[in-house]
């Protein structure tokens, strides 16, 4: 691991968490901050059924994307998803990463030095291309950030 990527976090590491509906199921939320890693979980029922990594670093061709970054709901295109466990199908899997490269996207923009690579945990009982159901899941989340 590159020495320059490790941030010193105090010990234990902080963390949040919070709770909502989304889609009228009662969710959880949960965020901690490790020196090399941030994980974010969200579940619904105590399920946590997909895992997904999101590096924050940006290669130096997207250092100009970052520094004209906006508040633009769109994500990040220098942000590359990968699932590292779980699935569902493909459109699961593409929703799923959707979510990720998104809070992605919200950590860069809050923070602009952020190099750790955010780890998503998803266990939504149905994840489904709603808009009111994403934006739920963007503002429980953002309870935490």
Known sequence: MDASRVIEEPFPAKSKAASG?????PTEVSVLHFSDKI?????????LS????????????AS????????SLLPMSHLTPKTLLGGGG???????????????????RRDSGE????VVGLG???LKPDREAF???????????
Do not use: C
């Open 21 to 25: 509906p989304i889609d009228g199921i």
């Open 39 to 47: 994980l974010l979980t969200l579940s619904q029922e105590g399920r």
């Open 50 to 61: 997909q895992w997904i990594q999101v590096p924050l670093s940006a290669p130096s061709s």
């Open 64 to 71: 100009v994307e970052m520094a004209l970054a906006n508040s």
């Open 90 to 108: 493909e459109e699961r899997e593409s929703l799923a990463q959707l979510y990720a490269v998104q809070i992605a996207s919200h950590i860069a």
């Open 115 to 118: 190099r750790r690579t955010l």
């Open 124 to 126: 939504l009982k149905t």
């Open 135 to 145: 934006f739920d899941v963007l503002e429980l989340i953002q309870k935490v950030l």
